[in-house]
């Protein structure tokens, strides 16, 4: 069954752009946020990238560009079915760990950027150092429970295995 390009009026068509906004939003390109919302929509669930383009009015290249950016950060997979010449493309249900799993790299980032502000702050007034430090400290803090909450989202979704979330060859993840 191939999937059906979504009309721009449609309430699924708003929601694929609401998404591709908030993810440029964080920091992608925006037609790489349409094509992963229109995988996360799609049924059946994995799209060649000709279905994508059509699916989201865009071209060939932009659709392998975005596609190997998605790949590149484990958002998006790239099958081929047996029998088939065409790769198909899919949202893992791992995908959503691989999300916190580059938060916590942004994190750590963000940490060690007012680590560094704050030794350069070393022989300035106290308010400057605690606006600072205040930061750090709230970049630091989110830097030690992440972890824990990561742990926590993985083991509720091993609680609720079985919801239908299965490999594109048929198997279990």
């Known amino acids: ?10 309430p699924l068509a708003r929601f694929v752009e609401d998404v591709a906004s908030f993810m440029a939003f964080r920091g992608l390109p925006r037609m790489a946020g349409r094509l992963w919302a229109t995988l996360l929509v799609a049924d059946p669930p994995q799209m060649t990238a000709a279905e994508l383009a059509a699916s989201v009015h865009a071209s060939a290249g932009s659709v392998s560009t975005m596609t190997r ?3 590149s950060l484990n958002l998006v ?3 081929r079915r047996p029998g088939e010449r065409a790769d198909r493309f899919w ?4 995908a959503v760990t691989a999300v916190l799993a580059t938060q916590m790299g942004a994190v750590r980032t963000a940490r060690e950027l007012f680590d560094r502000g704050i030794d350069a702050l070393a022989n300035k007034p106290p308010p400057a150092q605690a606006r600072v430090r ?8 989110w830097e030690r429970e992440l972890p824990a909450l990561t742990e926590r989202w993985v083991e ?3 609680e609720s295995a079985g ?3 299965r490999h594109p060859d048929g198997g279990a993840d």
Do not use: C, V, Y
């Open 134 to 141: 205040e930061l750090r400290d709230m970049w630091a803090f």
């Open 91 to 94: 949202i893992p249900p791992e």
């Open 163 to 165: 919801n239908g979330d």
């Open 156 to 158: 509720s979704r091993k």
């Open 1 to 10: 069954m191939r999937p059906e390009p979504l009309h721009p009026t449609e």
């Open 69 to 71: 950016l998605l790949i």
């Open 77 to 79: 997979q790239r099958i």
